[in-house]
């Protein structure tokens, strides 16, 4: 069983920066960062390989988002620059213990943080 807690988040204006990290019980496989917006789909943001340490980026954030990790603590980090209104959203962690499946779908990932409110105001 992985457990995740993520921290940080809160409000801003647009044009503004806010960071999340996520701490993870055991080191894993690949973690990610997915948000989900009121009455929208959970959709993908960032994803960061524990081992290599490739990241991904969903086109969306690509330029101001930031992921990066830190093994020695199992902690993941989402740095959000230039955030604009349609950031909005509550923000999870997840975690995959093992390979395969699409990295990009939240089908593809077993555990979760509790999420965390992002709120960019115009």
């Known amino acids: 069983q992985v457990q995740l807690v993520e921290s940080g988040g809160g409000s801003v204006q647009a044009g503004g920066s806010l960071s999340v990290s996520c701490v993870a019980s055991?080191?894993?496989?690949?973690m990610g960062w997915f948000r989900e917006a009121p009455g929208k789909e959970r959709t993908g943001v960032a994803w960061?390989?524990?081992?290599?340490?490739?990241?991904y980026y969903h086109d969306s954030v690509k330029g101001r988002f930031t992921i990066s990790q830190d093994n020695a603590k199992n902690t993941v980090y989402l740095q959000m620059d230039d955030l604009r209104p349609e950031d909005t959203a509550m923000y999870y962690c997840?975690?995959?213990?093992?390979?395969?499946?699409?990295?990009?779908?939240?089908?593809?990932?077993?555990?979760w943080g509790q999420g965390i409110q992002v709120t960019v105001s115009s």
């Open positions: 960061i390989y524990s081992g290599r340490g490739d990241t």
């Open positions: 997840a975690a995959k213990s093992g390979p395969g499946g699409n990295i990009r779908s939240p089908h593809s990932y077993r555990y």
């Open positions: 055991v080191n894993t496989h690949i």
